[in-house]
Antibody, heavy 123, light 107 residues
Framework: QLQLQESGPGLVKPSETLSLTCTVS??????????WGWIRQPPGKGLEWIGS???????YYNPSLKSRVTISVDTSKNQFSLKLSSVTAADTAVYYC???????????????WGQGTMVTVSS | EIVLTQSPDFQSVTPKEKVTITCRAS??????LHWYQQKPDQSPKLLIK???QSISGVPSRFSGSGSGTDFTLTINSLEAEDAAAYYC?????????FGGGTKVEIK
């Protein structure tokens, strides 16, 4: 059974770079059938898609964050990663990684999610 | 960007009642609308995809309908375990977006 697990620092200082990794187990990240995405949720608020990546390295970002976001994939480690630069308190959120099928019309639902990791931006 | 507007924001319901949550898109998205359930301190769980397609393992009391700009999630005969926030999500175009959520409380 495929599982996703986020990892990374729970506290980041303002203006620094938030870095998270999602480890995929029980399946291969190199499958041509899926995209791998990051979604975040500020405390008490709704969900925001950050971006997604294909195993080949093709990336798709939310324009609202595009200037600060980099998503990368490491197929040898079965992981994909998120970097968000120049963070502020507004970036405090639970960050989820999730899978979505690549054969959507044109995109698909997020069918498997990680448990999420809370990241607080504070000095 | 496609904006999804959910209503109501909050609903307090007694067990066995029927719950209806609506999601309106700012432009037509065909049937590329999905529903998630999020219980406190848990990650979202996919309930319905492509407006009305059921998901394996999800109780049959959950159903979805709609197309174009107006969509509905229905919970027939609400159970105590259904207390959660429910979100719609569109995958018609980038950026992928979510509705603001509907919190369902059990009376």
């Amino acid at each position: 059974q495929l599982q996703l697990q986020e990892s990374g620092p729970g506290l980041v200082k303002p203006s620094e770079t938030l870095s998270l990794t999602c480890t995929v187990s029980g399946g291969s990240i190199s499958s041509s059938s899926y995209y791998w995405g990051w979604i975040r949720q500020p405390p008490g608020k709704g969900l925001e898609w950050i971006g997604s990546i294909y195993y080949s390295g093709s990336t798709y970002y939310n324009p609202s964050l595009k200037s600060r976001v980099t998503i990368s994939v490491d197929t040898s480690k079965n992981q994909f990663s998120l970097k968000l630069s120049s963070v502020t308190a507004a970036d405090t959120a639970v960050y989820y990684c999730a899978r979505h099928p690549a054969y959507g019309d044109p995109w698909d639902a997020f069918d498997i999610w990680g448990q999420g990791t809370m990241v607080t931006v504070s000095s | 960007e496609i904006v999804l507007t959910q209503s109501p924001d909050f609903q307090s319901v007694t067990p066995k009642e029927k719950v209806t949550i609506t999601c309106r898109a700012s432009q037509s998205i065909g049937s590329s609308l999905h529903w998630y359930q999020q219980k406190p301190d848990q990650s979202p769980k996919l309930l319905i995809k492509y407006a009305s397609q059921s998901i394996s393992g999800v109780p049959s009391r959950f159903s979805g309908s709609g197309s174009g700009t107006d969509f509905t999630l229905t919970i027939n005969s609400l159970e105590a375990e259904d207390a959660a926030a429910y979100y719609c999500h569109q995958s018609s175009s980038l950026p992928l977006t979510f509705g603001g959520g509907t919190k369902v409380e059990i009376k």
